[in-house]
Nanobody, 120 residues
């Protein structure tokens, strides 16, 4: 199983970016899908999470600005980021709980980071 993240880049404060993360490989089912971020010198933190049923939760710092969504047919999770601030600058990582077959419990998989830089 692989998670491929994309969509990072350089944007001015107030701008928008959309991150995508596609899961591929031997996948039986995907439960929760999440985005984390890690700024230089800081711990990795949860940004947003979405369950298989579509329930979402967000870090307080991004509520009202970021929206997480998923396309189950494409095994893809998205993060729409609006009104970006310099403090949103970080490497963003996707994370999914995936079962590879009916006989296995879910394991957590991580994608590679995609860098988001917000200039002031």
């Amino acid at each position: 199983v692989q998670l491929q993240a994309s969509g990072g880049g350089l944007v001015q404060a107030g701008g928008s970016l959309r991150l995508s993360c596609a899961a591929s490989g031997s996948i039986f089912s995907i439960s929760a899908m999440s985005w984390y971020r890690q700024a230089p010198g800081k711990q990795r933190e949860l940004v947003a999470r979405i369950t298989s049923g579509g329930s979402t939760n967000y870090a307080d710092s991004v509520k009202g600005r970021f929206t997480i969504s998923r396309d189950n047919a494409k095994n893809t999770v998205y993060l729409q980021m609006n009104s970006l601030k310099p403090e949103d600058t970080a490497a963003y990582y996707c994370n999914s709980d995936i079962r590879i077959n009916i006989h296995k419990v879910a394991s957590t998989y991580w994608g590679q980071g995609t860098l988001v830089t917000v200039s002031s």
